[in-house]
T-cell receptor, first 112, second 113 residues
Framework: SQKIEQNSEALNIQEGKTATLTCNYTNYSPAYLQWYRQDPGRGPVFLLLIRENEKEKRKERLKVTFDTTLKQSLFHITASQPADSATYLCALDMGSNYQLIWGAGTKLIIKP | DGGITQSPKYLFRKEGQNVTLSCEQNLNHDAMYWYRQDPGQGLRLIYYSQIVNDFQKGDIAEGYSVSREKKESFPLTVTSAQKNPTAFYLC????????????FGQGTRLTVV
């Protein structure tokens, strides 16, 4: 079955630097890969979606890459701010049954 | 404003009781989902529904039940058969057709007392 790995340890980054989070998966490449932000005690909020035929997607300070050869997606936040501190989840959409397969998330801490 | 609403935000259950968590959406989405989230773990799928009057078990359906009588509503009942129900429960909805994001409610934190 498809498995997803995200760094289980918290990532500490100095304000102003670029934060890079990793999402690795096994087996088949998904049709789409999505990134979400989750704050404590709240539901995840969608950030970006990238298709399997896209290498890179950008939205303001956010950038997502998708490498189907490495079976990996990278999520970058440039010019990071303390308000970016949250848990970031990746989700695979295999394109069937409308289900998403979720990673456990990586907690990002931006220090002032 | 369009969105998805879960209630209550906090719920306490006594041993042996059934409790029902509410999930309502006005986004006109066909697909709705229930997930359970435990500390340090990803979202685990309990049940999902792609259309009214139809739903499928997810990975951890034992001890839970759902109904989908209306497009807008997808309530989850946590039965007494669920041995470890204390968790954070999230409801989500999506348009069908792929290439779509999920919209989540605020979550319900259930605690067994």
């Amino acid at each position: 079955s498809q498995k997803i790995e995200q760094n289980s340890e918290a990532l500490n980054i100095q304000e102003g630097k670029t934060a890079t989070l990793t999402c690795n998966y096994t087996n088949y490449s998904p049709a789409y890969l999505q990134w979400y932000r989750q704050d404590p005690g709240r539901g995840p909020v969608f950030l970006l979606l990238i298709r399997e035929n896209e290498k890179e997607k950008r939205k303001e300070r956010l950038k997502v890459t998708f490498d189907t050869t490495l079976k990996q997606s990278l999520f970058h936040i440039t010019a990071s701010q303390p308000a970016d501190s949250a848990t970031y989840l990746c989700a695979l959409d295999m394109g069937s049954n409308y289900q998403l397969i979720w990673g456990a998330g990586t907690k990002l801490i931006i220090k002032p | 404003d369009g969105g998805i609403t879960q209630s209550p935000k906090y719920l306490f259950r006594k041993e042996g009781q059934n409790v029902t968590l509410s999930c309502e959406q006005n986004l006109n989405h066909d697909a709705m989902y229930w997930y359970r989230q435990d500390p340090g773990q990803g979202l685990r799928l309990i049940y999902y529904s792609q259309i009214v009057n139809d739903f499928q078990k997810g990975d951890i359906a034992e001890g839970y039940s759902v109904s989908r009588e209306k497009k807008e509503s997808f309530p989850l009942t946590v039965t007494s058969a669920q041995k470890n129900p204390t968790a954070f429960y999230l409801c989500a909805s999506r348009r069908t057709g792929g290439d779509t994001e999920a919209f989540f409610g605020q979550g319900t934190r259930l605690t067994v007392v």
